[in-house]
Structures are given as C-alpha cells and as structure tokens.
C-alpha cells in the first residue's frame, strides 16, 4: 500500500502543473514537451461491447490492459484519442490482412461492427512496439483473428438494449469447431436499430453477417476462408452554436431533422456497406516456422444525404442569417420577435420540409435544349430545393504474405509483403427531388460569374442534363491507388534483457481519373492525370531491461516516413487534378520511456511520450460569403508535436476489491508555420497561394487532452462483478481556423485592438466530470454460460461537457461574433445492458 500512495503522491506532483505553457500569439516560436504496453490477448470471456464506431475506443474497451480498457470505456465516450492520434496511426488486421481504408488511413470499425462474437479474439500492441503483422507505427495494431477453426465451438445468443445510438441488438453466433473431416464452419449475424437515439432526430438501422469455413487437411497445411459486411443506415447528429443550444433549450439540439407529415425526417442520412473476403493458407512445416498467404478483395459503398438548393433561401434552419443575434445590434424588436419564433416554433428551428416541398411545387420552368437534345424543350417544376446524396464507391484487393521463424528460445525472425490494388469512384447522385420534377445538371455559382452559359456545364458531354431521382450529377471521378510494402522484423529475448529491431519499405502510387468534362475546366477535368508516386521505409525498434521480476525498464522509438493520403493530395478533386502545393511524404518521429512494477497486489505502470509529425496536408471545403461560393482550403508542411504523461495502476485493496487509477496528461499542438492555398470550385484563380499560417502552438482541438479515472472494481464470489469509475477531464479546446492565424487577417489591426486578440485566441472549454458504474453476474446452467451485465455511463448526467467543437472557416474580420464556433456536448446518462447465453 506505501508503494502505491507513493506513487499517487509522485503523479500529483507531476499532473500540477502545466507541462508546457502555450502561447496563442502568432509570433513566437513553439517549444514543447509522453508507452508501450506490453502484449495482451482478449479472451472469448470478456465483455460485450459494440465496436461499431470510427474510433479505436470500441477495441480498447475489451482491452485486458487498465490503462486501454479504461481509455476505451471511460474516456471514450468523451471522446478522448489516445496521444491525441487518429486512427490512421492504428493498423487493424483480420486474418493478417490490413483493412484501414487506403484513401484516407482511418481503421473503419463500422465495416464489422456487431460481429463482437467473432471479432473478440485480438492480439493488440498498442503504440511503439513489436509486430509480427506488418510494420505497425505509433498508434500500434489490432490483429483479429477470425479462423473458423480458431472460434470457440457452440453457439451463443444474446440482447442488448441502449438509449445511446440503437435501442436494440440482437446477436446470433454459432460455431462448429473441427470435425473428423478437418472442416470448421463458423456463422454469426446481428441486428442493431433504434427510431430514435439519445439526440432527437437520429436512428439507427444496422446489420451484420460473417461466414468462415476452415478446412484442415494435415498437421502443416490449412486453408480459410471469411466473408463478413454489416451495412449500416443512420441518422445523423449535428454540430450547432451554442446560441442554437440556448434557443432550443437543450445542448442535444440537432439542425439536421424537422417534422414531414407529422414525422421527424432526417436530411444527413449516411449508408455504409463493404462487404469482405479473406482467402487464407496456413502452412507450418515444423513448430518453428510459420507461413500465412492471403488473398482478399473488399467492395461497398459509403454515402451521406445532404440539402441542396438553387436560386433560393438556405433551408438550414440554424443558418446565422436565420439566428437572432445577427440582427441583435441593428434591429433589437426583429431580433427578439425571432428568439420567440425559435423558443416555440419547432418549424423555425427545425428544416421545414413541408416549405421546401411547397416551394418547388411552385417553379415551373421551361429548359431548352435538355440532354443536349436540340430544338426540344422541357417544361415541368424544376426543384428549388434537393437532398443529394455524395457516394464513395470502393473496390479494393491485395494479397498478403506473412512469416515467422524462431531460432532457439531467444530469438524469432518474422517479415512480410503485401500489395493493395484499390479504386474508389466519387460522385453525387440524385436521392430526392422533393416534390419538383427535374433537377438542371449545371453550377450556379458560375452560371453568375461567367457569361459563357458552357461553363456552368457540369459535364460538357451532357449538357443540360435533366437530372431524375437516382441520376449521377455535379461531378463524378475515379481515385486509383497501388501500394507495395515490405518489412522484416528480429526479436532476441534473455533473462535481463530484451528487444526488437524492425524496418520496413513502401512505394504508394496514386491519381485521379475524371469521368466528367467540367465546363470550368474542359482540358483537364476528364481522363487520367499524372500519376504521383513515393517511395517511403523506416526503422523502430525498443529495449527492455527486466531489472527482476517485479520492475522493468522498457523503451521505444521510431523513425518513418509515408506518402500523402490520396484524399487530402489535390486541390479541388471534384472539378480538376491540380495538386497541393509542395506535397511531399509525411515524416513521423517517435520515443517513449516506461517503467513498470508488477506485483501480486500492485501493477503499475508510468509512460513518457514524444512524438512529431511532419509535413502533413491539412484539407477543408467550405461555403465562402465573401466570394459566394465553394472554396477549398489546403495546407501543406503541418506539423503536430504530441507528447506527454501516462499512468496506470492498480491496488488490491482487501480480497474482492481493487483500487484503480488511470491519468493521462498530454500536449496535442501545431508545432510549423504551414503554408495554405485557397481556390475555389469553379475557378482556376487562386484566392492565395503559400499564405503563412501562424499554427505554432495552438492545441489541436476536438478531444481531451487530459483525462484522470478513479475506479473501485469489485470482483466477487458466484460471478458477481461490479465497478465504479469517476472521470475528470480538462484542456479541451476548439479546432482553430488557421486563416484567422494569418497576417492578412490582421493586417488591418494593430496589436491594441480588441478584434486581434478574438481573431487569435482559442477558445478551451471549462473542466468536466462524470461518473460511470457497472454491474454484473454470470450464472452457470447446466454447463452452460449466462452472463447479464449493465453499465451506465455519464451516471450523474453531466449535460453541460462540451467534447469537441471547431471554429468555423468562414469569418468576418469585424465581427468574430458573426461566425461562432460550432460545438457537441457529451451525452447525458447513457446504459448498455446485455444478456448473453453461450451452449
């Protein structure tokens, strides 16, 4: 016990002060200043948990290492990022295949989510540390191992019910285990849905299916099969101001919905489906050796519905010309007649869809020459107002070649290639006309700036084109994608000493491949552009000094680079093929330092980490007021520095029960002075070129960058189990605009004026705290297995913590007020309750 308040005692001192003061001037240069956890594999006995989400928290939570299961559980739901990484630094593996999406790098969870029974069996080194898959990076990896034959036999069925996202999942799984013939058959599928989430106006509509078939056929050579996919409906939450909040009276206020025929209708709608297929062989010729071979090919779609209008009002009900505070100085009576309007008129402060259906019912109008087609006219009601939908469709296979062989008890050898061959085709098509009959194929925002009626053309191989329900329009092109890896890693283990070497090289090539001629760009928008290629290696390795059996030493560190994301690598990809500006690979550097004691009663473990990221590409597209139109918006040369502290430990206290406590204590900022380029959809005039954004310093927001959870965990007789975490978070703070951090922002200004300092300073939003409890018991029947356990997260109803907000693009030198940040709470008292039966 002495040790353990020791070690309390020490991290109080620590998390007291601040680890580096940050300053929000755009002068002064940034200095700054924290794990590797050791290897655990998740058992088929631990907790139901969904992992359909886009985060690394779903896989955390089932974690068995207390400082992962805790950042997963507890801190996930606030929406903390471990070291402040996103998910494209974490490799997630099914059967040795890496799934992490090529265009963008993110782990897409939601392409399994529901298929907890047969996803639960990872092995997960999470941040620098050895891998035997591929040459993970600072996030780690997850590898799910999804073998029929690997999959416990019998059959389990269970029911969840939550008020969070769905209200109700069903899940069945049965499993054969091998039979005398050498064959093994696995199946689960599952049913998540909702009407209506925790935030009014959201539903959920999900399910999942996975197939495994495993075939023995002697002691050295089997071969697997998988196929899974889990397509996914949602409704979707928005971000609002807090003057939105204020006027509907709830921090859940959600702009995306509003009442069609007296029921709610949600206008951001998102479909995701990607159905995969993993071909395995496994060959052993002796118990020191190891060789996997894969083949696989994923294919789907993802797409989100969005309002769009043409030649009238914005329907988005929380628009700032639509907020009283816009008319607040000039015109205090409209202002409060508004605030009444808002405060007791759903149809004002939701989308008025019964408005919009009304209006294109009314605008007849005549088209000449439709489809190309001359001399013909069309007469009909052409839509004012649509819903969109914009689709990512993905074909994508590779291969994979993975082996391991140990030499003697100390040292193993392991290595691989792999290659991914990937194409993605993007567009928008039409999913509801509203009422109208017709939908006009061309831009307006050059149909006013350019007399030339072809440049508004979308597409110059069909002009005019009438658009009907379920048409493809406004732009539509290919992003193609090749990428070869290698890697080789050597471990060597000893009594006092161990570690690892490891070293790996790519080449990514990518380009984009126009299936439009866009009348603002006729000789470039269509065809294949030049082809971009990088070539990328790097090293890491870690030591371990095991001083005995109860204190180890360890560390790591890594040196890397990696090609740009294809998505983030042109400017305007919609309408044309031009690059960023000095794109160029992205360099990462990374340590950390760990000391660890284990012991029968007391675990603890305390971690330092430092991590730079250089030259990344930071892309955004957004509605400009001021040149009434799309503007893109890129920087190249971004740099992160993302450093800090983390602790873990646990005390058992008496018998049953555990003392356990969790803190992490990072520095998440810009650390360069980017360069941005700013151009707009339909022009190839560029609005700024190599603009020097002053980032140095700012905190990257949308996340804690401080999280502390104190737990008791109660491990009793019979299988009853209960837990009881409170949670403090702190340094929270909006995503700076980088353009407000720029000397033409201020150039106007001088250091005394009051608009220089709201053009700098970045909003942190006050400290939170919330408190989670679990409960649970397993009952034993007839050899059999039935587990009920209930969590409650946010119990207190904490409805006030903000989690993550962004400062809006668009903003007005004069009156910073006019474009306030957009932000999201943390939901109120959420349960998760599951019933599970295994035989």
């Known amino acids: 016990m002495k040790q353990f308040i020791l070690s309390l005692s020490a991290l109080v001192v620590m998390f007291s002060g601040q680890i580096m003061a940050q300053s929000d001037t755009i002068v002064k240069p940034d200095s700054a200043n924290v794990n590797r956890i050791p290897l655990f594999s998740v058992s088929g006995d631990d907790a139901d948990s969904d992992k359909g989400g886009q985060d690394v928290s779903g896989l955390l939570q089932s974690s068995r290492d207390l400082y992962a299961s805790t950042a997963g559980f507890h801190f996930g739901t606030a929406r903390f990022r471990i070291r402040g990484y996103s998910t494209e630094n974490f490799a997630v593996m099914i059967n040795g295949v890496k799934l992490n999406d090529a265009e963008s790098g993110l782990a897409t969870f939601a392409n399994w989510g529901g298929l907890n029974d047969v996803t639960r069996f990872q092995e997960m080194r999470p941040y620098l540390q050895d891998s035997r898959y591929t040459f993970s990076g600072v996030g780690g990896y997850s590898h799910i191992e999804a073998r029929a034959g690997s999959l416990r036999p019998g059959t389990s069925v269970s029911y969840a019910s939550s008020n969070r996202i769905f209200r109700h999942r069903v899940m069945f799984t049965h499993s054969t285990g091998f039979n005398k013939n050498g064959w093994a058959f696995t199946f689960s599928g599952s049913r998540r849905w909702s009407q209506e989430g925790f935030v009014e106006g959201t539903f959920f509509d999900a399910w999942s299916y996975f197939g495994a078939a495993e075939k023995k056929f002697n002691k050295r050579h089997s071969l697997n099969l998988i196929a899974f996919g889990a397509p996914i409906r949602q409704g979707r939450q928005g971000f609002a101001t807090q003057e939105a909040y204020d006027l509907a009276g709830s921090n859940f206020y959600n702009p995306n919905w509003g009442y069609q025929n007296g029921e709610k209708r949600n206008a951001r709608v998102s479909n995701n489906h990607m159905p995969t297929i993993i071909l395995s062989h496994i060959y052993q010729p002796d118990e020191n050796t190891k060789i996997t071979g894969s083949l696989f090919y994923a294919f789907g779609r993802n797409s989100y519905t969005n309002l769009n209008w043409y030649e009238a009002a914005d329907p988005r009900p929380d628009y700032y010309r639509y907020l009283p505070s816009y008319y607040a100085e000039e015109d205090p009576a409209r202002a409060q007649a508004m605030t009444n309007a808002w405060e007791t008129n759903e149809n004002i402060r939701q989308i008025n869809w019964e408005q919009l259906y009304f209006a294109n019912s009314k605008n007849l109008y005549q088209v000449t020459n439709p489809d190309g087609q001359a001399g013909q006219i069309l007469t009909g009601n052409r839509s004012k107002y649509v819903l969109e939908e914009s689709v990512i469709d993905r074909r994508q296979g590779g291969f994979t070649l993975l082996g391991t062989r140990a030499f003697g008890e100390s040292m193993k050898l392991s290595g691989g290639i792999n290659g991914l061959f990937y194409k993605s085709?993007?567009?928008?098509?039409?999913?509801?006309?509203?009422?109208?009959?017709?939908?006009?194929?061309?831009?307006?925002?050059?149909?006013?700036?350019?007399?030339?009626?072809?440049?508004?053309?979308?597409?110059?191989?069909?002009?005019?084109?009438?658009?009907?329900?379920?048409?493809?329009?406004?732009?539509?092109?290919?992003?193609?994608?090749?990428?070869?890896?290698?890697?080789?890693?050597?471990?060597y283990s000893k009594a006092k000493w161990e570690g690892y070497v490891a070293a790996h090289l790519s080449h990514t090539a990518f380009w984009r491949e126009g299936n439009m001629v866009n009348g603002r760009f006729p000789n470039s928008s269509s065809g294949n552009s030049a082809k971009q290629n990088f070539t990328n290696g790097g090293v890491k390795g870690g030591l371990t000094w095991k001083i005995n059996g109860r204190h180890y030493v360890y560390a790591n560190a890594a040196y890397y680079s990696r090609a740009p994301l294809s998505r983030e690598a042109f400017l305007s990809p919609r309408t044309r093929p031009d690059l960023v500006p000095g794109l160029r690979s992205e360099t990462v550097a990374s340590y950390d330092f760990n000391y660890q004691i284990r012991y029968p009663r007391l675990k603890l473990r305390l971690t330092w980490f430092h991590t730079e990221f250089s030259n990344q590409v930071w892309y955004r597209n957004f509605y400009h007021d001021d040149y009434r139109n799309l503007v893109n918006y890129t920087m190249s040369g971004v740099g992160q520095l993302h450093q800090g502290l983390e602790f873990a430990g646990e005390y058992n206290v008496y018998g049953p029960f555990t003392l356990q406590l969790v803190a992490s204590k990072g520095m998440y900022i810009y650390n360069s002075r980017p360069l941005a380029t700013i151009v707009r959809d339909n022009s190839a005039e560029l609005l700024a070129e190599n603009r020097l954004i002053y980032f140095e310093n700012y905190r990257i927001g949308g996340m804690p960058q401080t999280a502390v959870s104190l737990g008791l965990r109660f491990n009793g007789r019979k299988g009853w189990w209960?837990?009881?975490?409170?949670?403090?978070?702190?340094?929270?703070?909006?995503?700076?605009?980088?353009?407000?951090?720029?000397?033409?922002?201020?150039?106007?200004?001088?250091?005394?004026?009051?608009?220089?300092?709201?053009?700098?300073?970045?909003?942190?939003?006050?400290?939170?705290?919330?408190?989670?409890?679990?409960?649970?018991?397993?009952?034993?029947?007839?050899?059999?297995?039935?587990?009920?356990?209930?969590?409650?997260?946010?119990?207190?109803?904490?409805?006030?913590?903000?989690?993550?907000?962004?400062?809006?693009?668009?903003?007005?030198?004069?009156?910073?007020?006019?474009?306030?940040?957009?932000?999201?709470?943390?939901?109120?008292?959420?349960?998760?309750?599951?019933?599970?039966?295994?035989?």
């Open 425 to 491: 085709r993007n567009y928008k098509r039409m999913n509801d006309l509203l009422g109208g009959d017709f939908w006009l194929d061309v831009d307006q925002f050059a149909e006013r700036d350019f007399a030339d009626p072809n440049v508004a053309q979308n597409d110059l191989n069909n002009p005019n084109n009438v658009i009907k329900k379920g048409d493809v329009f406004g732009f539509d092109y290919n992003i193609h994608q090749q990428q070869y890896m290698g890697f080789s890693q050597l471990e």
């Open 722 to 839: 209960a837990g009881a975490n409170l949670n403090y978070f702190r340094d929270i703070f909006a995503e700076p605009n980088p353009d407000r951090r720029s000397a033409e922002a201020l150039d106007k200004f001088v250091t005394s004026d009051p608009q220089w300092t709201e053009l700098l300073e970045q909003q942190e939003f006050d400290p939170a705290v919330t408190l989670d409890l679990s409960l649970g018991k397993s009952f034993r029947i007839k050899g059999n297995n039935l587990n009920i356990s209930l969590n409650i997260n946010n119990a207190l109803n904490n409805q006030k913590f903000v989690i993550s907000a962004f400062e809006q693009l668009r903003y007005d030198t004069d009156n910073i007020d006019k474009f306030p940040q957009k932000r999201v709470y943390s939901l109120g008292a959420i349960y998760n309750l599951v019933i599970s039966y295994r035989f």
